[in-house]
């Protein structure tokens, strides 16, 4: 079945560094890629998608290429803030069909300090 | 727009007990998918509405079961609670396009925390 496998954390960054978060997943046929954001208490957040192959998706200062390829999805951020610790979920959605259900990687934590 | 709600937000039970957990998706949105997080197995899969009729389901046992409403609102109900069942449960919903290959961008609710003693 469909898995996606991404960095175990936490990752603890100062401010201003550069952050990867490295994605891989394994599926069928031509899956939807995502990035969530969850905040501490809260529920998930769409960070940025990408639906096909060399799609970037981009948001606030995030940005993520779908590569067939290598099947990846890394995260990166040119510049972190201390507003950007959460825990990031690398997910996939099949396209075929069953396009509402999401299968979500383990979760990343990172945690920028000053 | 108001975003997806949940209720209740916090939950305590004991084991053996039921629980019922609610979710009002965002207006004009009929699909609902219900996901369990835990630190253990991560985010899972529950199962998916659409239309008051469930189109996929996730390898859970049959004590967790769900329904729609006609008007696009859903339940999930555990049965005979187990210690292992306690989690963030994970509520969200998508406007269903028709259109093959299209996403149908899920929004999430923020979760009802319910706790098994």
């Known amino acids: 079945g469909d898995s996606v496998t991404q960095m175990e954390g936490p990752v603890t960054l100062s401010e201003e560094a550069f952050l990867t978060i490295n994605c891989t997943y394994t599926?069928?046929?031509?899956?939807?890629l995502f990035w969530y954001v969850q905040y501490p208490g809260e529920g998930l957040q769409l960070l940025l998608k990408?639906?096909?192959?060399?799609d970037k998706g981009s948001n606030k200062g995030f940005e993520a290429t779908y590569r067939k390829e290598t099947t990846s999805f890394h995260l990166e951020k040119g510049s972190v803030q201390v507003s950007d610790s959460a825990v990031y979920f690398c997910a996939l959605s099949d396209s075929y069909g069953t396009a509402s259900k999401l299968t979500f990687g383990t979760g990343t934590r990172l945690q920028v300090t000053l | 727009k108001a975003g997806v709600t949940q209720t209740p937000r916090y939950l305590i039970k004991t084991r053996g007990q039921q629980v019922t957990l609610s979710c009002s998706p965002i207006?004009?949105?009929?699909?609902v998918s219900w996901y369990q997080q835990t630190p253990g197995q991560g985010l899972q899969f529950l199962f998916e509405?659409?239309?008051?009729?469930?189109?996929n389901k996730g390898n859970f046992p049959g004590r967790f079961s769900g329904r729609q409403f006609s008007n696009s609102r859903s339940e999930m109900n555990v049965s005979t609670l187990e210690l292992g069942d306690s989690a963030l449960y994970l509520c969200?919903?998508?406007?269903?396009?028709?259109?093959?290959?299209?996403?149908?961008?899920?929004?999430f609710g923020p979760g009802t925390r319910l706790t098994v003693l």
């Open positions: 990408a639906t096909k192959a060399d």
């Open positions: 599926a069928t046929g031509y899956p939807s």
């Open positions: 207006s004009g949105h009929r699909s």
């Open positions: 509405y659409f239309s008051e009729t469930q189109r």
């Open positions: 969200a919903s998508s406007y269903l396009k028709r259109t093959s290959g299209d996403y149908n961008e899920q929004f």
